[in-house]
């Protein structure tokens, strides 16, 4: 089916609107992508100070825990020391623990066990005993975490001289320290919470700084250490939108660019749609032209593509031109149907087979149409002379142009197919069967249907003169005839002509 200039340059349109729809919805979905990410970064790093601040905290309360248990006297007096000589130490110890709510120096007897301690919160003394059995460095938990008194313990093991523990130094820090870390890492309006894993394996908040928020605002998680806290942090400020800022100047550019495509392809459609008309003009002109007889030199034409068929065109049509009048000159042309008469049918029926020999033999096809004497009884000679003529035209549409097309006389014409074996010019004249109309207009509204018989050989060898193969034709048009019309005999100039032998019958 043939397709308008209109609905091609739609196509195009259509598809660099996709295009385009398409490389702004990668470049909406890799803009969010990296702003997500940059925010989630710049998240991540705010949580990652802070837990940094926090881990450098716990290592110094470490480090100045080990430093005590390692201060002479402390084993000994966990091994033979009296209560109150514990506590006046403890009180001691305490104060040179920055941040530090109470001190408990916790002996270990033979057996593994803890001594009893007053004062001492069970979830510590459960504490130390967890960390004891464990060869890793204590990790910090909170306990009374609902209370005024909530702290979170460090302990370290005291050893004696022999590297054996004797006992453990319990340690238990105020909370302000590590809220004090988290205002000061906290941006404006934002939240941070610190987790601790519970028993259960479940978790359980022990310290809050600012206001959690229901908005869809980055969430960042960061872990103090196995099995420590974990940081919550919930940033205050949410990802701007896609479009705001500059981005909606650029988008307003794009926008721009793009009803420029679509201006420049509506020109262009013009343009070629005024193009193609003009030159279809020049092209009906130049049919006109030759038509009457006169073929112009130039033809205004507007498009380049076209001018290089358009002359050949012109080159043709000049050619033929000059060859009708050529053959009109000569007498060789047959008035009515503008074809080589039986003279130029004759003329190069010889030169084509003095020239078989060398380039190989050519085959002659006979053609009668079939009740052309009753068209013009019936309709009048001038139905039978625009039958003719229709013939004539249907016929030249689709001979080839290296073949001779003649009119011997009245109804009967003749092809000779150039250089055709007698196999090729049967599928030529199967083609010619199919391709030629079924029907031809005649004067007065008059519909004539076409029916044709034809008689088929080919130059042989063995011919003395050009008529033998002319005759064979005959005398297979001869016994089409006989066998019904509407059909095509063939003559082998070597098996002869069969009894009963057809290309096609319609």
Not at 277 to 295: A, K, T, Y
Not at 346 to 369: C, H, Q, T, W, Y
Not at 372 to 388: E, P, Q, R, S, W
Request: hydrophobic content about 40%; overall charge positive.
């Amino acid at each position: 089916m043939a397709q308008s200039l209109r609905n091609i340059h739609l196509q195009v349109f259509l598809i660099l609107l996709l295009c385009f729809a398409a490389i702004g919805y990668a470049g909406f979905l890799a803009l969010r992508d990296v702003q997500q990410a940059s925010y989630h970064e710049r998240a991540s790093q705010v949580a990652g100070d802070t837990s940094k601040r926090i881990n450098e905290l716990v290592a110094q309360q470490r480090e100045a825990l080990e430093k005590t248990a390692q201060q002479p006297g402390i084993a000994a007096l966990l091994q033979r020391g009296a209560a109150p000589e514990r506590s006046r130490k403890q009180e001691e110890i305490k104060s040179q623990l920055t941040g530090a709510a109470s001190v408990h120096l916790l002996p270990r007897n033979s057996l593994g066990a803890f001594s009893a301690t007053d004062g001492l919160d069970p979830a510590c003394l459960d504490y130390v005993r967890r960390m004891a059995g464990t060869n890793a460095p204590a990790v910090p938990e909170f306990h009374s975490v609902d209370s005024p008194n909530g702290h979170y313990g460090l302990t370290v093991a005291v050893r004696d001289e022999n590297r054996n523990p004797v006992g453990y130094l319990l340690a238990g820090f105020t909370r302000a320290s590590l809220q004090e870390i988290l205002e000061q890492s906290r941006p404006e309006n934002a939240y941070m919470e610190l987790q601790q894993p519970t028993a259960e394996g479940a978790t359980q908040t022990v310290l809050t700084v600012g206001k959690s928020s229901d908005t869809s605002a980055t969430i960042v998680t960061s872990t103090l250490g196995p099995g420590q806290w974990t940081l919550i942090y919930q940033p205050a400020e949410l990802p701007p939108p896609i479009l705001s800022g500059n981005r909606v100047y650029y988008l307003a550019v794009i926008l721009v660019v793009f009803v420029a495509i679509f201006v420049v392809l509506f020109r262009l459609y013009r343009h070629t749609l005024s193009a193609v008309r003009h030159d279809i003009h020049s092209l009906i002109r130049m049919f006109r032209d030759l038509r009457e007889g006169s073929v112009r030199v130039g033809y205004p034409m507007a498009l380049r593509e076209f001018s290089e068929i358009f002359d050949y065109l012109r080159d043709r049509g000049q050619k033929l031109m000059k060859e009708k009048e050529k053959l009109k000159d000569m007498g060789l042309m047959d008035h009515l149907s503008q074809l080589g008469n039986r003279r130029h049918f004759e003329a190069r029926l010889k030169d084509l087979f003095d020239a078989s020999k060398a380039n190989g033999p050519s085959s002659v096809l006979i053609i009668d149409m079939d009740h052309f004497k009753a068209v013009n009884d019936k309709h009048g000679h001038d139905a039978g002379d625009a039958l003719i003529v229709g013939f004539a035209n249907a016929l030249r549409k689709v001979v080839r142009q290296t073949d001779v097309l003649a009119r011997l006389g009245g109804d009967e014409f003749c092809i000779i197919y150039t250089y055709a074996s007698l196999d090729k010019a049967k599928a030529l004249a199967e083609r010619l069967r199919k391709q030629l109309p079924r029907e031809i207009p005649l004067p007065k509204g008059v519909i004539h249907q076409l029916r044709w018989t034809g008689g088929l050989s080919a130059m042989h060898d063995k011919d003395a003169k050009p008529d033998d193969v002319l005759w064979r034709a005959d005398q297979a048009l001869f016994q089409a005839k006989e066998a019904g019309r509407n059909l095509t005999r063939v003559y082998d100039p070597v098996a002869g002509l069969p009894a009963k032998k057809q290309i096609m019958s319609s």
